[in-house]
C-alpha cells in the first residue's frame, strides 16, 4: 500500500526534476543573451564565458539524465508521471542543443570585430530576445503544465522565422552590392540561423509539454522559413 509520506517523496523528486530542467533553461537563455550581446559590443570576455559555461548546461542534462532513470527505477511511474518525467528528458536534450547554439554564436564573435558597418547587425538583439522568450515561455509551460501557453509558443516561431527571413535577404544583397562584406555577411548569417534554430527548439520544447500535459498531440504547425542554409546540427 502507498503511503502519504511515499507520495510525497515522490512529489518532491518531480518537484526537483522540474527544478533542474528549469534551471538548465535559465542557463540557455543566459548564454543566448550573454552570446548577442557580446557580439554588439565586441565583447571577447563575455564571448569567451558564454563558452565556458556550456560545460554546466551538459552537466545537468547528466543529472537529469542520472534522476530520471532512477526515478522510473524506483516509482515504476504511469501514465501523466511517466509522460512528464520522459518529457523532462527529452526537453534536458533540447535545451543542451539551445546552449551549443548560443556557444557557436560566441565562438563568432572574434570573427566579427570588424563588422561594425553592417546594418543587419542591429536586428540581431530583436531576434535574440524573441527567441530567449520563447524558450522562457516553453519552459514556464513545463513547469506549470499548462498546455494552451505551450500552444502560444509555438504560435510565436512564426515571427522568428519572419525575422530570420528578413535577414537572409537583406544580408545577400549586402553580398551582391559590396563583396567586401561577404565574409562578415555570412558569419551573420549563420548566427541568424542558429537563432532560428533556437526557435525551433523552443516550439519542440512546447511540442512536448503540450504531450505531457494532454496525452495529444499538437496539431503540426506551419513553417515560414522559406529559405535553406547549410548549419551544423
Known sequence: MVTGHTVKAFDDELGQLRALVSEMGGLAEAAISEAIQSLVRRDLGGAARVVDQD??????????????????????????????????????????????YAKNIAKRVPLLQDARGLEPLSILPSMARLVSEMVHNALDAFVARDPQAAVAVCESDRAVDDFYNSLFRTLLTYMLENPHTITSATHLLFIAKNLERIGDHATNVAEMVYFAATGRQMVERAKGDDTLIPVKE
Not at 560545460?55 to 532512477?70: F, G, K, L, S, Y
Open 55 to 100: 560545460r554546466r548546461i551538459d552537466e545537468i542534462e547528466a543529472q537529469i539524465e542520472r534522476e530520471v532513470v532512477r526515478i522510473i527505477a524506483l516509482r515504476a511511474p504511469m501514465a501523466d508521471d511517466l509522460r512528464e518525467i520522459l518529457a523532462a528528458m527529452k526537453i534536458s536534450s533540447v535545451i543542451e542543443r539551445m546552449g551549443d
